[in-house]
């Protein structure tokens, strides 16, 4: 049974790279958006996920990769790729300057501060002319839906397998311990500063990756879209709800959350971000832990895992 | 010279309105550890049911914010003793993603009842202002910053000389300690919870006097208050006044001389300078 | 023969509190030292200046005979410094068999960076200690006993050469206990230093090579057991002033 599942991964992977063949043209951007929404989540819960460090402001790094790709090309005359390592230099420098006096925050003071660091950004960069100031940059178009389809998938890959990595290495295991108890980490050896700054900044090039290549892809980009801090709540959302600190968890939530966040504005436009804040409540209710817990628990406990997560959590 | 006090004037004025619109904030945050990412939509419902009131009803937005504290009171109660009260024990993260739902469905239910345009109260005397010396007074604005004050300092007084308010602060620091005050814990939350919500509707009908309303104001009024329940310090009721004033002084100043793009880089800015260098604000006790 | 570890008129203040004050101790190589003292004597923060979890206001800490006093925790760590917590602290979400692995992919000297082998030795340090069958239970599902097994094998995986052990024996009955006490000799016996605290004065009484006494702060005694358990002033620490 165990060997079956990496089978069933690689043959999933397969279905999703064919996709943009049998696909129509809204499916196919339905999928580049979903894809780098997970990518965003998979960023997320490096950080987030498993050395706990709820993170507000990975939608920097998004911008950061953006702006990169945007300036790379359309003020330097760059290729591409080019751009996307401009950007995620720009992220790691962002990282490793602000990371370390912000990760010596705790709870939800990080989050707090990783949220002013977002909206202090955003301001900064509607200032820079270089970057188009408040007008934005527009890139020069590409019109190649199915490349930025596979480059989404084949980062969202990337970063799975990162994960993946995490869960069995030794660096993984440093920001497990420091999420579980940090000060116990840091007694039994874990440089839990180094380590801090160095998942902020892993989770901070996939989150600079998904931006350059979604820059690109809608040739487009001012402030406000770039840094767009709704984004940071959306990846978290998709994180937590497909469940945090495991290897397919935010992919599930991405996915999943998408899909119905699709059919409902087909269907009822205005209703759709009403259900996701219903979804969401009701989520963190019932089922805090994610889906990921509830695909292990409710085989054995049935209904009664979230009167338990209940009974756990209320006053 | 004349300029600079008339800055620094209004930077007073919209400080004493940012106290009280923080201050709900910090009390649910302090006593229940419930981060309320929620709190700028109820200020905007406060906000609307002022401008319903005087529209509607004609009440005077002033002499209606105990109707609209009132019923938002009531909304609060029982939001946190129907749903919240579920989530208290959970990691405070979940509090924060509970409050974001709720966020989005408040907004939601907002652009349905009272469409995406913007509006104000405008009672007559809206255009009218007083001069003091140098400076001019708009009566509106200054009538919002008398208040503002009257109900921080009321809060300050009821925390801490009530014998509910001292429940209050028992809880803060410890749960059992608020039943040897021989209050239950639900309905003890669910009245903090309540006294949050009823302040920031009460902010919410200052706010639509001095400035436009629409149903999308909550999230950077939510991310200011945030900004000055850090900044005063959530250790020291006073602390929002403080942090108030400041970030209303710093902001009127920061767009005189800066620009007003530059409005929100400051106050997030010295949030940020807040955070990394002390973190219990400028009014906590231990650095 | 240098002292393993040595504190030197160590003093640590919280805001007008003294909790440690002025307080200097050698511990040998191969010594189990027991460090006892009323409740509120100092005893765990005494030990967090040692294990680097708090600094000193005043005073040095040194060890193997280079100072160590500005060494950050997770560095005194990889020197050979282990140390236990009284308030334990597993790491919940992980299995008790990996709660150990941490210890020894991060212990003395960096540890071991492959996991295969650190889940080697942290099975060998959980059969040493007697937890060899919960190996795969999730951390928090143990007992406090089991619990206070678990702080000894995960500071043990780390190879240390100091085994600071805070209260392991709290809240076990006599049977437990003295299973703990074969524990610790039998690290003692692999050739590394252990400084207990301790409140059960049977226990560390037959257990320690010497003892060290703590009262508001202060050390008020330091020599061999017996002797320190007769001295009027540490009688008068735990049971008050006679009447007279």
Same mark, same amino acid.
């Given at each position: ?81 080019? =751009? ?47 970057? =188009? ?183 | ?74 909304? @609060?109660?029982?939001? #946190? ?19 974001? @739902? ?12 009272? /469409? ?25 604005? /200054? ?29 803060? #620091? ?37 400035? #436009? ?11 200011? /208050?945030?900004?000055? /329940? ?58 | ?244």
């Amino acid at each position: 049974m165990k060997a079956l599942r990496p089978a069933l991964i690689v043959v999933a992977v397969a279905l999703l790279a064919a996709l943009p063949w049998f696909g129509s043209d809204t499916l196919i951007q339905f999928g580049i958006n979903t894809l780098l929404l997970a990518v965003l989540a998979q960023g997320w819960n490096i950080i987030g996920g498993y050395t706990g460090y709820a993170s507000f402001g990975n939608s920097v790094f998004y911008g950061l990769g953006s702006y990169g790709v945007a300036i790379a090309m359309v003020q330097w005359h760059l290729p591409f790729a080019v =751009g996307l390592v401009f950007g995620v230099g720009l992220g790691i420098v962002f990282a490793c300057s602000l990371g370390v006096a912000v990760l010596r925050l705790k709870g939800h003071y990080f989050a707090i501060a990783t949220l002013a660091l977002a909206e202090v950004m955003t301001a900064i960069v509607s200032n820079v002319k270089l970057a =188009g100031q408040n007008v934005g940059l527009v890139l020069p178009p590409l019109n190649n839906d199915r490349l930025f389809y596979e480059l989404a998938l084949g980062l969202l890959v990337l970063a799975t397998l990162t994960i993946f990595w995490l869960t069995r290495s030794r660096f993984g295991f440093g920001l497990i311990a420091i999420r579980e108890n940090e000060e116990g980490a840091a007694v039994m050896g874990v440089n839990t500063t180094l380590y801090k700054v160095l998942a902020f900044t892993l989770a901070g090039i996939f989150s600079a990756l998904a931006g350059g290549i979604h820059a690109y892809w809608i040739t487009f980009l001012d402030p406000e879209s770039a840094f767009d801090i709704s984004l940071n709540v959306k990846m978290i959302i998709m994180a937590v709800f497909g469940g945090p600190g495991t290897v397919l968890g935010p992919i599930v939530g991405a996915f999943s959350l998408s899909a119905v966040s699709e059919i409902l504005s087909s269907e009822v436009t205005s209703i759709a971000g009403l259900f996701f804040g219903v979804v969401i409540v009701a989520a963190i209710v019932l089922m805090p832990r994610g889906l990921a817990d509830i695909v292990r628990n409710v085989p054995k406990s049935g209904w009664r895992y979230f009167r338990q997560n209940i009974r756990a959590h209320r006053l | 010279m004349g300029l600079l006090a008339q800055i620094l004037v209004n930077g007073i004025l919209l400080g004493g309105l940012y106290a009280v619109m923080a201050l709900g904030l910090a009390l649910v945050w302090g006593v229940l550890n419930i981060v309320n990412l929620a709190h700028g939509a109820f200020i905007m419902l406060g906000a609307y049911a002022s401008w319903y009131l005087y529209t509607d009803a004609h009440i005077d937005p002033f002499l209606g914010l105990p109707i609209t504290a009132g019923v938002m009171f009531g909304l @609060g109660y029982l939001l #946190q003793r129907g749903l919240l009260n579920l989530v208290v024990r959970a990691p405070m993260f979940n509090t924060l993603l509970i409050t974001f @739902g709720l966020e989005v469905v408040l907004t939601y239910l907002a652009q349905l009842a009272f /469409s995406a345009d913007f509006r104000t109260i405008n009672p007559p005397y809206a255009g009218d202002s007083w001069q003091l010396g140098p400076v001019t007074l708009p009566v509106a604005r /200054s009538a919002a910053f008398v208040v503002a004050i009257v109900l921080s300092l009321g809060m300050w007084l009821f925390l801490l000389h009530t014998r509910l308010g001292r429940a209050i602060r028992a809880t803060a #620091q410890n749960l059992v300690a608020a039943r040897l005050y021989g209050v239950e814990p639900r309905h003890l939350y669910a009245m903090t919870f309540g006294l949050g919500i009823a302040l920031a509707a009460a902010a919410g009908g200052l706010y639509g006097t001095v400035s #436009q309303i629409n149903p999308y104001i909550g999230a950077s009024l939510t991310a200011k /208050s945030f900004a000055i /329940s850090i900044i005063g310090g959530l250790d020291n009721p006073l602390g929002v006044i403080v942090g108030g004033l400041f970030l209303g002084v710093v902001e009127s100043l920061t767009t005189l001389y800066i620009g007003p793009t530059f409005a929100d880089v400051a106050s997030f800015g010295i949030l940020l300078l807040v955070l990394i260098v002390r973190p219990s604000g400028l009014l906590g006790r231990t650095a | 023969m240098t002292a393993l570890l040595e504190v030197r008129h160590a003093t640590r203040r919280f805001s007008g509190l003294v909790a440690v004050d002025d307080v200097s101790f050698t511990l040998a190589p191969g010594e189990i030292l027991g460090l006892i003292g009323p409740n509120g004597a100092g005893k765990t923060t005494l030990i967090s200046l040692i294990s680097g979890t708090l600094a000193p206001s005043e005073g040095e800490v040194l060890f193997q005979g280079e100072t160590i006093t500005k060494v950050p925790a997770y560095q005194r760590a990889r020197l050979g410094i282990g140390r236990t917590f009284q308030i334990m602290r597993p790491f919940p979400g992980l299995s008790v068999l990996d709660n150990v692995a941490v210890g020894a992919l991060f212990g003395r000297g960096g540890g071991q960076p492959k996991l295969a082998m650190a889940r080697e030795q942290a099975r060998a340090c959980l059969d040493f200690v007697g937890l060899g069958r919960n190996a795969s239970q999730r951390a928090d599902e143990l007992g406090g006993p089991g619990r206070k097994r678990l702080e000894l094998a995960k500071a043990l995986a780390m190879q240390p050469k100091v085994l600071l052990c805070d209260e392991v024996m709290a809240g076990l009955n006599h049977v437990e206990i003295e299973e703990v006490i074969a524990v610790i000799r039998k690290v003692r016996d692999q050739g590394i230093s252990v400084l207990v605290i301790e409140h059960v004065i049977k226990a560390i009484k037959s257990l320690s090579d010497r003892l060290l006494v703590l009262h508001h702060g202060e050390k008020i005694a330091d020599g061999v057991p017996s002797e320190v358990l007769e001295n009027a002033t540490v009688v008068e620490a735990y049971l008050g002033k006679r009447r007279t």
